[in-house]
């Protein structure tokens, strides 16, 4: 029990026991005894009476004292807090312009950045097509197609090596044509002679006829004429074909030496184009290697910048949430200038609902982050009546 | 024919990353920046899909679909909702408003070009 209320209850029944003491032990107590009793009594009733009233001025001085404390610290307590709605009706506006720029610079980077990205994504695209119609107009079956017009020329040239070949053999028959002339301007010569020995056994004949033969004798003689220029004609034709013969063999080592170097020369220029399509196709097909390779990449690079784009959603969350923490502490403030005001007029004391202030901020959650990190610590369970990030939902 | 998507957020980098999407996938896009510049943007040619965000300055995306299902000329066009909103009221008010489906951010283009096809065709 309290000091203060021990005192309150020890007075009256001082005051009950003395009251007992006059009333009672003088039927009990008669004369001088009695009237002693009754002064000492009365006197130990006055000095516990005094020690009470002293204590009890003491407790009243340091109730005083603890009122006057009480009072201070109300003051104390007042002031502080109209220099704490102060403060806060002064730094959160300005927390607020901070907030606002955060979110403008965040977004105008991110936005800036997702430009850049997506220019990048149209240029690997631009770039992918072009490639491709490039790789589409390198066909190895062109080469294929090329080689083969190659290989025809080729067998038209070895045909006309061919047709060369029968021309050596037409020159080769023209001089079994030449050896046959030969031996009818042998034939020739052999007859011319013949009939010159005809004409002379015929002049013989016609001088041993006399003046019946002078007759005969003019024409053995001009028939002898007749084969001495047979004979001469049978020597040109002679001459000529063994110089058409020598002409002949010169055309048929000379041709020979053509045909073996246009051979040579042929199987040469086809060995060297052979390479150089074969060097041509191993080239087009390290081409059309290197750029299905160059075509995957730009594809890989592609889809990495388009994931970056993905994760530069983040800019979408971070301004919303931290839109939403602007917006409560404005309205935090703009209830607070109100409170302030009716504080400082005396009408009433600030009264803030916490639970009702952070019900009503639930309501303008936009994002599953915020549900998630509004209680204390760091929850990350789903609400139950929240949908997950990146869910779709049909209705 | 080339089908035609418009995409409605006021977020330019997820304006950009729908349309990359999209027009990878061969649809043609019409970009708006809130529910009111989507609105000045219906000039009667026909959208076979909308794409939008729920929380926009000047118009939100809920009001923007109501007012979308008023016009005669696009009242059966289907709207994807696309949004960092996850609440079950909110989706329902996005269904009674007439969306056809719910995407919360962030999301995979994949997902979305599935859930477009779905709707589309």
Avoid at chain 1, 105 to 112: L, M, P, S, T
Avoid at chain 1, 153 to 162: C, V
Avoid at chain 1, 310 to 323: A, K, N, P, T, W
Avoid at chain 2, 39 to 46: A, E, H, N
Wanted: charged share 25%; hydrophobic share 40%.
């Amino acid at each position: 029990m309290p000091r203060s209320n021990s005192f309150l209850v020890a007075i009256p029944v001082g005051l009950a026991a003395l009251a007992a003491s006059l009333f009672f032990l003088p039927s009990y107590l008669n004369g001088y005894p009695t009237a002693a009793l009754m002064l000492l009594a009365g006197g130990l009733a006055s000095v516990w009476v005094r020690r009470r009233v002293r204590s009890l001025e003491a407790e009243l001085v340091q109730l005083r004292q603890t009122q006057e404390e009480q009072r201070q610290s109300t003051e104390r307590f007042s002031h502080n807090l109209e220099r704490l709605l102060t403060v806060w009706l002064k730094l959160v506006p300005v927390w607020n312009r901070h907030i606002d720029t955060c979110r403008e610079i965040g977004n105008e980077a991110v936005q800036e950045l997702s430009t850049r990205f997506a220019e990048l994504v149209q240029l690997i695209d631009s770039s992918r097509a072009e490639s491709r119609a490039v790789q589409g107009s390198i066909d190895l079956g062109d080469i294929g197609s090329d080689k083969a017009h190659l290989q025809q020329l080729f067998e038209e040239m070895k045909s006309f090596d061919a047709t060369t070949d029968q021309l050596y053999e037409q020159i080769n028959r023209l001089n079994t044509f030449a050896d046959d002339l030969d031996n009818m301007a042998g034939a020739v010569a052999s007859i011319a002679e013949q009939t010159n020995m005809l004409a002379l056994n015929a002049a013989i004949e016609a001088a041993r006829a006399g003046e019946a033969g002078r007759g005969f004798a003019v024409v053995a003689q001009e028939i002898r004429e007749l084969s001495s220029q047979s004979a001469d004609t049978g020597r040109h034709i002679t001459e000529r074909i063994e110089r058409l013969k020598e002409s002949m063999e010169e055309i048929g080592r000379s041709a020979s030496k053509t045909s073996e170097k246009e051979d040579e020369n042929l199987a040469e220029s086809e060995r060297f184009i052979a390479k150089v399509v074969e060097h041509l196709e191993e080239r087009a097909r390290r081409l059309v290697g290197e750029g299905e390779q160059l075509l995957s990449v730009n594809a890989e690079i592609s889809s990495q910048i388009e994931q970056v784009l993905v994760e530069l959603q983040f800019q979408d969350r971070v301004s919303q949430i931290l839109g939403q923490v602007s917006h409560s502490m404005d309205s935090l403030t703009r209830l607070l200038e109100v409170n302030e005001q009716e504080f400082a007029s005396g009408r009433r004391a600030i009264s803030l609902d916490v639970q009702q202030l952070l019900n009503e901020m639930k309501t303008t959650y936009t994002t599953v982050e915020q549900h998630n990190r509004h209680e204390a610590g760091d929850k990350h369970t789903e609400p139950d009546d929240n949908a997950e990030a990146g869910s779709v939902s049909f209705f | 024919m080339d089908k035609t998507i418009m995409v409605v957020d006021d977020s330019a980098s997820i304006r950009q990353l729908v349309s990359i999407a999209l027009k990878g996938a061969g649809y043609k896009v019409i970009e708006a920046r809130d529910g009111l510049d989507a609105l000045s943007k219906l000039t009667g040619d026909k959208i076979h899909l909308v794409i939008c965000d729920v929380n926009m300055p000047n118009m939100d995306g809920i009001s923007f679909v109501k007012e979308l299902k008023l016009n005669p000329r696009y009242k059966f066009t289907p709207v994807i909702m696309l949004t960092t909103e996850a609440g079950r009221d909110k989706m329902a008010e996005g269904k009674a408003a007439g969306a056809k489906a719910w995407v919360v951010k962030p999301f995979q283009p994949a997902q979305m070009l599935d859930a477009v096809a779905k709707l589309i065709s």
